[in-house]
């Protein structure tokens, strides 16, 4: 039987591509939404009940609940601080001002004096990096568009801190070396969102969102914890999948249907179709990616109102990745190289 312990042993997991793939299908089902408006106009909403960004989205917090789970188990609290922290805040601290001052300084219909005066700039600034604010609009930017918020994404890494501080207060509790708690997380947190689906009319979306994401990640922790017997296979992924699609329409089927999806995608990160240098690239783009789709998007269609959201997708995928090159050039990878140092070591996880 292949482990989790098995596929981590071998050489070049295929996290980094994954990850990757991840941003770029958020990027590809934000086209449709940028251009119209409605959400339910992106792909698999009408078939899923979720749009292609959600799943995406379950996916980061799979790959992140197992790896940030590794990196504390690893190297213990202080450098697993050290780790998230320069990880997530450089990449956002430049994202908010290249997008507020830059972007929106070439984009606003106000005079340049205006919109630099305006309090409406700073309090974006600020809710974006104290509340990770998604919906805060520019003055005079986007004005046009469906959607005037600039930073449609960030809304997520509230989620993801979230779970990183209570993965760091299990660690500090020394709760972790139980690791039957884990599974017992997850099993709560499932019937949790079962329960909810089974109250009269629909879910909140809040609600939903507060117990799916951190059922993934815990689930992502888990596997990682029960590493030397956690299974991997992808006939059991596969007919996790067919359950959960035996179970559309019922309460049961967010729960297995999420844990279904953090499952497969773990198996592409650790045991993929083919093992190659490539899927785990020393750059890692996914993170500009995620942040800046959005903005790329919004400006495009700003630019190019008429164009439909498939005209657009090319072109905002290009873009994307190229300021995402640039973002981790000028931004992530200078961090790395502060984590490196501020712990001490050549090499880190995560």
Known sequence: MVTVATGLARPHNAFGAVRLALALLVVVSHAFSVTTGHILDEPLAQATGYTLGEHAVNGFFAVSGFL?????????????????????????????????????????????????????????????????????????????????????????????????????????????????????????LALGLALAGLRDGEMPKALETSLRLPLIFSAGAALFLYADRG???WPLALALLVLAGLAHGTALYPPVLFLAEAYAVLCLGLVPPVRHSVLDPRADLSYGTYLYGWPVQQSLHALFPMASAWQLLGPSLVLTLAVAALSWRLVERPALGWKARLMGRREVIA
Do not use: H
């Open 68 to 188: 940030v789970t590794m990196s504390l188990m690893r190297r213990g609290p202080r450098d697993y601080v050290v780790a998230r922290a320069l990880r997530i805040v450089p990449g956002l601290v430049a994202a908010s001002f290249a997008v507020s001052l830059g972007l929106g300084s070439l984009m606003t219909t106000l005079s340049l004096p205006a919109y630099w005066s305006d309090p409406g700039l700073w309090r974006f600034i600020q809710g974006t990096l104290t509340t990770f604010k998604s919906n805060a609009a520019l003055p005079g930017v986007f004005s046009d568009n469906p959607f005037r918020f600039p930073m449609g994404t960030v809304w997520t890494l509230k989620y993801e801190v979230l779970c990183y501080l209570g993965l760091l207060a299990a660690g500090l509790l020394g709760t972790l070396r139980w690791r039957w708690l884990a599974p017992l997380l997850v099993a709560g």
């Open 231 to 233: 299974p991997l296979s």
